[in-house]
RNA sequence: GCCCAGAUAGCUCAGUUGGCAGAGCACGUCCUUGGUAAGGACGAGGUCGCCGGUUCAAAUCCGGUUCUGGGCUCCA
């Protein structure tokens, strides 16, 4: 295994770091200590609960480390031997499950620098002195080998560079990436808040924000149109029963909200004393119950009932949902259909929600209700690859309208070691094969990843980046051979039987809710004048100036543009700054030569002050640039 | 859910050993009537996240709790 030179200097900054830490706590007991993408980390077990102090010890006793410039050492030994040296240094507790992850046959090695002397392949930086340029960063905790049901560790990230310009180069970038982190963004421009008492992971849009998104949804409507799709509305619950046909309850229980009981069925478990966990029981009750007849049904194990209880324990109740899929299905199965109807393109600004770990909720990225700008697709087999093509086009055009050119496309695929997915396989090869064959029509790089398919069948995902380097899926199409069974549903083909049809979901962008997140921070802020919550800042130079404000804020908002004039009692450049902070696309500075002839002068976000020019024409230009959805143009240096 | 760290005005933050709650920006009123990123004066604004404890006295110490941040786990 080789390293890069960067990463061979980050993990011999682990091995320093991993070489103080056992001076200062001889006790502690290490697990591993890799480079990562940005720095390094080294995962110990200590009783002795890591304070920032002790990052300031740690980090001071491994600048000593690195000045006695010791040599990195590579020693080759059996096992029997690397046994050996394990138990003299009182490491075995980790260290012996590490070894034993190395494969017979191949190489063990010890590096050693001092003395300090760890079980790893290597490869190091020859002297310690090399190590110049560090910083810890972070205490966190860890699993031991990731599993939550092991012991938590805990792990000391860091990083570190060749040079110190390049250290500082870096937490430079990092303190900027803060300047546009969407939650920062969010709350300065007003455009979505978070409250305590509505809950966590639920996002409450403000005016702001709710232009920003109401536009996106109108721009992908209109796209709708174009290629054929119907729009329709459901509701934000449905029935147990509905989920337990479609495999989401119970089996996904544990990322649900609780479900929603009827009254008179609570007001009868609760005389009864029924506590929650049995309600719980008997909520799955139901589930079982309905297994049972699914199989029935359907002749095939697709659901294992684990309990069946007799009718007179059933309670039934409503779940908020999870995915739109069920409702869609209930109204493509609402009528017979010919394959002559078909792709049915059932779309749904379709608000989600899911219970997720409070840990994880982070912003507009990882929230507890959502919406998706969803759609099903029922369509034959014959016409998933053109329906596939379809819908990957339609995510190209969002993310070129948007600009957003970073970001990477995954074919999830099955892992063919597990048996987790159903439908047989002779379906799953044929999704696989329309996928990848679409993927390739995009003209982009893709990477196919089995085991990230979803169990009803493949997908293709677009995966983008914020701005701390942290991935989002957004746009996701997927193939499913699986609900139009357990729904069973069905279309009359040209044979005058029967058919199945196959379903794809896809949403180009993901959810609305972590797309404006990562939106927000793909333009900075800086929203091309058709997202722009206010577009054009009225800014006259005394308020001799205001009654033409007023006259050219009315002619705007009769032209549909969002504008707002500055009546405020300060100086122009104190305006013009608010207007700046406020990340407005144009600001019109209204002056006596202005209101005289009828003119603004101009001064865009992107490129600065304009000149001045007649109010028409400006509008005329403001006009064409919202309608063709123009990115900003940026003046160039 | 787990580990660690936080929570003071709308925002960003200060607050010493426990002893009357602070600043800048934003906001309001007035003065100023201006030419492309901050003109001036005055004013209003806080149950120091919440609950409990210790104390003559708690923003400050202790316990609990809610929420936030960085990780881990998870993400149909």
């Known amino acids: 295994m080789s390293m890069t030179p960067l990463e061979e200097l980050r993990h011999s900054a682990s091995h320093i770091m991993a070489t103080a830490i056992l001076r200062l706590f001889p006790e502690a007991k290490l697990d591993i200590g890799p480079p990562t993408d940005t720095g390094f980390y080294y995962d110990i077990d200590l009783d002795h609960k ?4 002790d990052l300031v010890k740690i980090e001071a006793e491994m600048k000593k480390v690195a000045d006695e410039n010791q040599p990195f050492l590579r020693k080759e030994v059996s096992r029997e031997e690397a046994v050996e040296i394990i138990k003299s240094r009182g490491q075995e507790r980790y260290k012996l499950g590490r070894l034993a992850d190395i494969p017979e046959g191949e190489k063990i090695s010890f590096y050693q620098n001092g003395e300090f002397m760890d079980l790893c392949a290597g490869t190091h930086v020859r002297y310690s002195s090399k190590l110049k340029a560090f910083k810890l960063l972070s205490i966190a905790g860890a699993y031991h080998r990731g599993d939550e049901k092991n012991k938590q560790l805990q792990r000391i990230y860091g990083t570190a560079f060749p040079t110190k310009d390049e250290l500082a180069a870096y937490l430079e970038q990092q303190e900027q990436a ?30 702001n924000g709710s232009i920003v998104r109401q536009e996106l949804q109108n721009f992908i409507s209109g796209e709708l149109h174009k290629q054929g799709y119907s729009q329709v509305f459901t509701p934000h619950i449905g029935k147990l029963e509905l989920y337990k046909t479609s495999g989401h309850f119970p089996y996904y229980k544990e990322s649900q909200f609780t479900p929603v009981v009827e009254n008179v069925s609570l007001a009868q478990i609760l005389s009864e004393g029924c506590s929650c966990a049995e309600m719980v029981v008997r909520l799955e009750a139901v589930s079982a119950h309905l297994a049972s007849q699914i199989n029935a049904r359907t002749g095939k194990e697709t659901i294992t009932p684990d309990r069946v209880k007799p009718d007179a324990q059933l309670l039934d109740g409503f779940m908020l949902k999870p995915m739109n899929c069920p409702h869609h299905i209930k109204i493509f199965a609402s009528q017979p259909h010919s394959y002559r109807d078909l792709p049915v393109r059932l779309a749904e600004f379709g608000t989600v929600y899911r219970w997720e770990q409070s840990g994880e909720l982070n912003g507009m990225t990882r929230v507890r209700g959502f919406t998706q700008d969803d759609a099903h697709l029922f369509c034959t087999e014959e016409q998933v690859a053109a329906e596939l093509i379809g819908c990957l086009a339609l995510v190209k055009i969002v993310l070129t309208t948007l600009g957003m050119s970073d970001y990477r496309v995954r074919v999830g695929l099955r892992d063919p070691d597990s048996n987790k997915y159903t439908g047989d396989s002779a379906n799953w090869d044929k999704a696989e094969a329309a996928c990848r064959a679409a993927a390739q029509t995009l003209g982009v790089p893709f990477t196919e990843e089995p085991g990230e398919a979803a169990f009803y069948g493949p997908k293709i995902d677009f995966v983008i980046k914020d701005v701390i380097g942290r991935e989002w899926q957004l746009g996701t199409v997927q193939v499913d051979y699986n609900l139009p069974v357990r729904f069973d549903l069905s279309y009359i083909g040209a044979d005058n039987q029967p058919h199945r049809p196959v379903m794809i979901h896809r949403a180009p962008f993901g959810s609305m809710e972590r797309f404006c997140g990562v939106l927000i921070e793909h333009f900075a802020g800086d929203f091309p004048a058709w997202l722009a919550p206010e577009q054009v800042r009225l800014v006259p130079i005394s308020e001799k100036q205001l ?13 549909g543009v969002r504008a707002i004039l500055d009546e405020h009692n300060d100086k122009l450049g104190a305006k013009i700054r608010r207007a700046e902070l406020e990340k407005i696309p144009y600001t019109l500075v209204l002056g006596g030569k202005e209101a005289e002839a009828r003119s603004v002068s101009v001064r865009s976000r992107a490129r600065g002050d304009e000149g001045v020019q007649p109010f028409v024409q400006y509008l005329e230009k403001l006009r064409s640039e919202i309608a063709t959805r123009a990115l900003p143009e940026v003046k160039r240096a």
């Open 50 to 53: 890591l304070t920032a102090e």
């Open 547 to 559: 009654d033409y404000g007023r006259d050219l804020l009315t002619q705007l908002k009769a032209a």
């Open 178 to 207: 803060k300047a546009r982190d969407h939650r920062k963004l969010g709350r300065d421009l007003k455009l979505f808040v978070i409250d305590e008492d509505v809950g966590q992971g639920l996002i409450l849009w403000t005016p």
